[in-house]
């Protein structure tokens, strides 16, 4: 098969499928609508409710850059927490082990 007769079954195909699937059309001025909808949409009431900046902070958290920090930070703090109790708990048996050898008791 040549490109040209490819070319040619790929536009008769790209017209099939526009066809089976008629778009309507928009109403008039539906742009100008739109944004006067969204003009006239009143700004949330964050700052009235006495958790609003937890709401605030908790919007800001929750965009994807933020959160894949957010989530990064978590992991991190985590992992620390994680080895200071792992050392913790390492030293008391390590003090605990000293003190059988030491004094075996009765």
Same mark, same amino acid.
């Given at each position: 098969?040549?490109?040209? %007769?490819?070319?040619?079954?790929?536009?008769?195909?790209?017209?099939?499928?526009?066809?089976?699937?008629?778009? *309507?059309?928009?109403?008039? /001025?539906? /742009?100008?609508?739109?944004?006067?909808?969204?003009?006239?949409?009143?700004?949330?009431?964050?700052?009235?409710?006495?958790?609003?900046?937890?709401?605030?902070?908790?919007?800001?958290?929750?965009? *994807?850059?933020?959160?894949?920090?957010?989530?990064?930070?978590?992991? +991190?703090?985590?992992? +620390?927490?994680?080895?200071?109790?792992?050392?913790?708990?390492?030293? %008391?048996?390590?003090?605990?082990?000293?003190?059988?050898? +030491?004094?075996?008791?009765?």
């Amino acid at each position: 098969m040549n490109e040209e %007769h490819l070319n040619a079954e790929d536009a008769r195909l790209r017209t099939l499928l526009q066809r089976s699937r008629p778009a *309507p059309p928009l109403p008039p /001025r539906f /742009r100008e609508a739109v944004w006067r909808r969204i003009e006239r949409q009143e700004p949330r009431a964050t700052a009235d409710s006495p958790l609003g900046w937890l709401d605030t902070l908790a919007e800001w958290l929750l965009r *994807p850059r933020l959160a894949l920090a957010g989530a990064a930070a978590l992991l +991190v703090a985590g992992a +620390v927490a994680g080895v200071f109790t792992g050392l913790t708990a390492a030293k %008391h048996e390590a003090q605990a082990r000293y003190v059988a050898a +030491v004094s075996p008791g009765p």
